[in-house]
């Protein structure tokens, strides 16, 4: 998964609006170096 550019996590994005990238990474945060 790529947001603005940078590599946050592995599977599939697809590209609605900014919020989407905005939940992917607080997720993310949620669950510490998820790969």
Known sequence: IRV???LTGYGELVE???K???EIHSWLS???NVK
Do not use: F, M, R
Request: net charge negative; no cysteine; proline share 0%.
């Open 4 to 6: 603005n550019g940078a």
């Open 16 to 18: 609605v609006d900014d």
């Open 20 to 22: 989407l990238g905005v």
């Open 30 to 32: 949620g669950h510490n």
